[in-house]
Antibody, heavy 121, light 108 residues
Framework: QVQLVESGGGVVKPGGSLGLSCAAA????????MSWVRQAPGKGLEWLAY????????YYADSARGRFTISRDNAKNSLYLQMNFLRADDTAMYYC??????????????WGQGTTVTVSS | SSELTQDPAVSAALGQTVRITCQGD??????ASWFQQKPGQAPVLVIY???ARPSGIPARFSGSSSGNTASLTITGAQAEDEADYFC???????????FGGGTKLTVL
């Protein structure tokens, strides 16, 4: 069935780096835009970045631009998020999500279960 | 970028119709989508592109918009609809994505 499974979360010190992965199954991965969305404890959803099916279209939220890098490997049906210069306020659950888009909207129709990132000394 | 504003909390009696709203300048140009999130679970898409329902979402969920305000309506709220609801849309540039702060729905 259609499934997304994130991995790579953990505890990291401020200023450190972490790489997240998301394994996709059950659909034609390269046909879909993909997104990373995070949720700090007790807070709302925050979109971080999306990448087009071929990997050439990439956009970042202000909070992610310059520190985070989204990428994908369609041969491996995998999405990635490389996070550098991590701060305490990056502590959150990180979700990867399949996207459904048109000119008029951008939605996420399949979500992984999330992976937890904790930034603490 | 632009912001989307939601009321923090809404309540409804069992079986009542409840409307959750989302306001923002980008909604004058782009459609809202809506996500339901229950405690400890990943979000679930319930409405996209203003008023399209993904497969498996009950027909009691519908969306609409007027001006800078998008609405999610639950016609006949059920106990299992108690959850946080988030709206999102493209931002005013069309390139970025924004989420509202979320509305906690309590079904009494």
């Amino acid at each position: 069935q259609v499934q997304l499974v994130e991995s790579g979360g953990g505890v990291v010190k401020p200023g450190g780096s972490l790489g997240l992965s998301c394994a996709a199954a059950g659909f034609s991965f390269s046909d879909f835009y993909m997104s990373w969305v995070r949720q700090a404890p007790g807070k709302g959803l925050e979109w971080l970045a999306y990448i087009g099916g071929s990997g050439t279209t990439i956009y970042y939220a202000d909070s992610a631009r310059g520190r985070f890098t989204i990428s994908r490997d369609n041969a491996k049906n995998s999405l990635y998020l490389q996070m550098n210069f991590l701060r305490a306020d990056d502590t959150a659950m990180y979700y990867c999500a399949r996207s459904v888009t048109s000119y008029y909207y951008y939605a996420m129709d399949v979500w992984g279960q999330g992976t937890t990132v904790t930034v603490s000394s | 970028s632009s912001e989307l504003t939601q009321d923090p909390a809404v309540s409804a009696a069992l079986g009542q119709t409840v409307r959750i709203t989302c306001q923002g300048d980008s909604l004058r140009s782009y459609y809202a989508s809506w996500f339901q999130q229950k405690p400890g679970q990943a979000p679930v898409l319930v409405i996209y592109g203003n008023n399209a329902r993904p497969s498996g979402i009950p027909a009691r969920f519908s969306g609409s918009s007027s001006g800078n305000t998008a609405s999610l309506t639950i016609t006949g709220a059920q106990a299992e609809d108690e959850a946080d609801y988030f709206c999102n849309s493209r931002d005013s540039s069309g390139n970025l994505v924004v989420f509202g702060g979320g509305t906690k729905l309590t079904v009494l």
